[in-house]
């Protein structure tokens, strides 16, 4: 037998096994599900630590939990599970490097694109992206107020700079001044400006002037410190705002890097 | 009628489950590689979309999205506001859940044009072939 | 105050992963060097003063944001997660100088921004107090050993790289579907919460309340689901098919970083998930001794199956990898006794694994540099010499018989465990596995002595000074770990209790509890 | 209260067809399209469930952003699985 066929004959062994052991497994998945296991579902009642974030999220009259933003899964990904996000932006820092490394050659031999599609076509999509981007950056100012925030924001700014790329030109992204070295730079230096967002309460710590937790927003039990939780009347929930704004700036360059990185590698195969 | 609500849920939660073993199904049954990420993605968006179906809750009326639309004036309008809200935190997660799976999407994909570079094909079994010649020769 | 220098290793780690790019851009790359290497010394004084810290102290717990637990997210340190992170950072360490001197040209500078990155996913799962939070971290370290994997490219590094990747990214989706099957049944994250209410289904916690629904099914299949995410994490037996083609294929000093920190989390995560979270005194207590049960027959299998492997390998990657399973296999298996010896002994063979593994590995790769660039006086070279010690004494750590070694003391506790707790197979499979890894390392010694017994033939530069040194100190700090700890151990009887109360504290998971849920 | 649960309910058996449809296709261009479809149906589901959150942050990246990553994939590597 040759070597191609006994390896397909135990892959096809194999498949039978996974295929059967799934199904066991998600059979039993399926009936914790709907056997009570999470409770009557869909519940008429809130779990308790859901209703304790969605009560605390604007509570003037609890100030030591609460974190000023309307939008409580807002307040959730920047100020109650804040470590978490950051963790997940450094995620996709680890891809976008990732994707430089692999795809190493595409910094090198950058060849201009095709002429992109007709004259309609390009002028409806610059004036759908000019529009796009103004509407994602609403987003994102917006995003601790309505829904919307940091990903959101970044991600349909890094889609439309995306379809740009296609329905336009390579020379018309690198025209609006958009390249990958700058792309990269932007994306560090805004994500260090996250970290050092996040390290910020320890200032006052330094200084001597109350005790200060990372990733702090608004006054906490022990400590004094806050962020501007309004602007005159309009709430700001302080670094929840913040976080958004530098969020649509690093998501929307990582997205862009890596379309523009995988759309410019050249190269089919080696032989 | 909360009965038939509960029922019709139910068996939308079943969906995404077996949704969920077709996606599985394929990352571990299929060769291709591009197979085997689209089966990822089915996966991932299914456990995804089944997270917020956990999530979900019946209220008075119909539930409303866990953000307040004015300044509460009252303690009382925050008590009201979480009788109607849906749970906030799957949704918090999932789309911290989105982004990573975004990111390791895009890192696998542009994996794959390399391996269709190195070796032709984006049958995961072939360079496996290519091995096992090359240690029967040695 | 204690806790706030601790908190900040995994943001350090992010942010010099931010930095040394940003420096290298900015300032070139002697600047660029110079800043990798201090932040890996701060990350190891931090972890150093943690040390310290929790055996003065106990458990402490640092909260983020300044949220009560339930409600945010806090870290947890205690004595098994602070020696951990003691000597993950001491690998580190060497890993940022061997890069450094050795491989800093053929590397560019992200290659030390993923280290970073890897790392400060390391330091996130070890401290962690909460399940989410122990997902991100570990999709960090995931996508960075993925993208450490793949770093040389090539046929192979691309291959295992789609490998792991895929699987691995399929297999930390269930740890997902774990955590959101836990928070739609216990109705809380935190994982000191869960233990809580793991025991006490009556139990109403600040801010989570009591329990959402009939906690037993949803718990036994997390447990399940979780069990088997760590067992893949670790590359247990049925589970490794990624980690020998990973561990062939990665940069040297990445290799290291696999071995002695990231593979280590799974089973770290292990015994927090049988000793605290679903312990012997939660409502599955059934359904644990079961699943205990199959841990033993797959730890065993898996040890002597991968230490039968160790002895055929021919390339000294492939030697590690296999050893690595076998060890974390005996680790795995020292969970399983539930004894404090078992414990201690499964916490210490994990230190004394990567330790071992950094030992041989960086000795060969010195070597192998100094017979490629040295032409004359090769023989007499201090540093070779240096270098070929650390090898006997990496592998001899490795073999663990010798008792000045620390090797020893870890075979030496699990084998008392085991003893203690009846179970005679598992004392067998640590004795022969031994005996079967020590074919594989005395012939891997004999070779590599052989292959690098001259200098080059062609005539070189010869090294740099700076080169020497920087090989000297990192060989001698290996050698002061290794023997140091194998010393201590054996000539102190309060280190020894030191080490057996580790396993104690391990199990001690009121004290945990108590500490985060006051 | 039953309708939107019945929208739900249809979409979702919607996506097991093409989940299948998906995995059995041979062109892989038309499996994007496929997994684009299940998208814009997620997207509708999660809408229905009150996560409008989710919804930005999932339409780019499920609807645009993959569907045309791995189209260029397949322009630079093989269209068809064999």
Redesign the interface.
């Known amino acids: 037998m040759s ?2 066929n006994r ?2 004959m135990r ?1 096809k062994k194999r ?1 039978i096994v ?2 059967l052991s ?2 066991i497994s ?1 059979l ?34 609890n100030t030591t ?1 609460t974190s000023y933003s ?5 307040a ?2 920047w ?26 050659e595409s910094h090198k031999g950058r060849k201009p694109g095709g002429q992109g599609m007709s004259i309609i076509v390009k002028s409806s999509t610059k004036i759908v992206m000019l529009l796009t981007i103004i509407g994602s950056l609403a ?1 994102a100012v917006h995003g601790h107020l ?4 940091g ?2 924001a970044g ?2 700014i ?2 439309t700079l ?2 740009v790329l ?1 329905a336009l030109s390579l020379q018309f992204i690198h025209r609006i001044g958009i390249d990958k070295d700058t792309l ?2 932007i994306r ?2 805004v ?2 400006m996250i ?1 050092a967002v ?2 910020v309460p ?1 200032i006052s ?1 330094v200084l001597g002037y109350s005790y200060a ?5 608004q006054v ?4 004094y410190f806050s962020m501007p939780s309004k602007f005159f009347t309009t ?1 700001l929930a302080g670094t929840v705002f913040v976080f958004n704004i530098l969020e649509t700036i690093t ?1 929307a360059s ?2 862009t890097y ?2 523009l ?3 410019t ?1 050249e ?5 | 009628m909360e009965d038939l609500v509960s029922i019709a849920f139910s068996v939308a939660i079943t969906t995404f489950v077996i949704n969920m073993i077709v996606g599985t199904y394929g990352i571990f049954v299929k060769h291709n590689v591009i197979k085997k990420i689209l089966a990822l993605i089915i996966f991932s968006d299914s456990l995804n979309m089944l997270s917020i179906a956990i999530g979900f809750r019946i209220a008075e009326k119909y539930p409303s999205p866990p953000i307040l639309t004015t300044e509460p004036r009252d303690p009382r309008d925050l008590t009201q506001f979480a009788d109607i809200s849906v749970d906030p935190l799957p949704q918090a997660l999932v789309i911290t859940a989105i982004v990573i799976g975004f990111s390791v999407f895009a890192f696998l994909l542009s994996l794959a044009v390399l391996y269709y570079k190195y070796n032709g094909t984006l049958d995961i079994r072939t360079s496996l072939e290519v091995e096992e010649n090359e240690e029967g020769f040695q | 105050m204690d806790s706030l220098g601790s908190s900040l290793i995994p943001f350090i780690c992010l942010m010099l992963a931010v930095l040394v790019p940003l420096t290298y851009i900015a300032f070139g790359k002697k600047v660029g060097s110079v800043v990798v290497l201090l932040g890996s010394i701060t990350v190891l004084i931090l972890a150093l003063k943690l040390f310290v810290t929790v055996s003065r102290v106990g458990v402490i717990v640092y909260r983020f944001g300044g949220f009560p637990p339930p409600l945010g997210v806090v870290y947890v340190f205690d004595e098994v997660n602070s020696v951990l992170a003691l000597s993950t950072s001491f690998v580190f360490l060497l890993s940022i100088l061997y890069t450094l001197t050795f491989e800093g040209d053929r590397y560019e500078n992200a290659v030390y921004s993923l280290f970073y990155l890897l790392m400060s996913g390391v330091y996130g799962c070890l401290f962690t107090g909460d399940i989410f939070n122990f997902y991100v971290s570990i999709e960090l370290v995931a996508v960075s050993s993925y993208v450490l994997t793949g770093f040389n490219r090539g046929k192979r590094a691309v291959r295992a790289a789609i490998v792991y990747g895929i699987a691995g990214t399929a297999i930390t989706s269930f740890l997902l579907l774990a955590s959101f099957i836990i928070y739609g049944s216990y109705g809380t994250l935190n994982i000191a919460d869960i233990a809580l209410k793991s025991r006490n289904t009556s139990v109403e916690v600040l801010f989570s309340g009591s329990v959402f629904g009939d906690i037993v099914l949803p718990s036994k299949v997390t447990l399940a689901l979780i069990t088997w995410i760590f067992l893949f994490k670790s590359g247990i037996m049925p589970n490794h098919f990624w980690l020998p083609e990973a561990y062939s294929v990665a940069p040297l000093p990445a290799l290291v970083l696999f071995s002695a920190s990231a593979d280590t989390l799974g089973i770290y995560g292990l015994i927090r998930l049988y000793h605290l979270v679903f312990s012997s005194e939660s409502v599955i207590r059934d359904f644990r001794a079961t699943m205990l049960g199959i841990l033993l027959l797959l730890g065993t299998a898996s040890a002597i199956m991968s230490s039968m492997l160790v002895a055929k390998q021919k390339s000294i990657r492939k030697l590690i990898a296999y050893s690595s399973i076998s060890q974390f296999s005996l680790a795995l298996l020292g969970i399983v006794s539930g004894t404090e010896e078992g414990l201690a002994g499964s916490i210490l063979h994990l230190v004394v694994n990567g330790l071992g593994d950094a030992a041989v590995l960086y000795s060969v790769g010195i070597l192998k540099y100094y017979s490629a660039n040295l032409p004359q006086g090769y023989k007499h070279k201090p540093s070779v010499l240096l270098a070929k010690a650390v090898l006997i004494v990496g592998l001899i750590n490795l073999f663990g018989v010798i008792p000045i070694i620390p090797g020893f003391w870890s075979k030496a506790l699990l084998v008392l465990g085991f003893v203690k707790s009846g179970i005679a197979i598992a004392a067998v499979a640590v004795l022969v596995s031994a005996g079967l890894c020590a074919i594989g390392y005395f012939s891997a010694l004999v070779r590599v002595l052989q292959k690098y017994k001259n200098g080059s033939t062609i005539s070189s530069t010869g090294t740099k000074c700076l080169t020497n040194v920087v090989a000297v100190i990192i060989l001698s700090l290996t050698l002061i770990a290794c023997v140091g700890l194998g010393i201590s151990i054996t000539l102190y009887s309060s280190v020894r209790a030191k080490v057996i109360e580790l396993g104690y504290n391990a199990m001690n998971s009121w004290r945990y509890i108590a500490a985060v849920l006051p | 209260m039953l309708i939107p649960i019945v929208v739900v309910l249809v979409a979702s058996t919607l996506s097991i067809i093409l989940a299948y449809l998906t995995m059995v296709e041979k062109d892989l261009l038309i499996a994007t399209i496929y997994i684009a479809f299940i998208g814009v149906l997620y997207t509708l589901i999660y809408y229905i469930l009150m996560a409008p959150d989710v919804v930005l942050a999932y339409m780019p990246v499920s609807s645009i952003l993959l569907p045309l990553m791995i189209v260029i994939v397949l322009k630079k590597t093989k269209r068809f699985e064999e």
């Open positions: 070597v191609r390896i397909r892959y498949d996974v295929a799934l199904a998600m039993a998945l399926a009936m914790v599900l709907n056997m009570g296991g999470l409770g009557i579902l869909p519940p008429r009642t809130l779990r308790s630590l859901a209703r304790s974030i969605v009560i605390n999220t604007y509570n003037p009259w939990l309307l939008n409580a899964v807002s959730i990904i100020d109650y599970r804040g470590i978490d996000t950051i963790f997940e932006t450094s995620v996709l820092m680890a891809a976008v490097t990732g994707v430089a490394i692999v795809l190493r987003l309505t829904p919307g925030g990903f959101q991600s349909a890094g889609a995306s379809l296609v990269l730079k560090y230096t994500l260090a970290l996040a390290l320890l710590l937790y990372i990733l702090q927003n906490r039990e022990g400590s709430p998501v990582a997205i890596i379309v990185t995988v759309a590698y190269g089919k195969t080696e032989e």
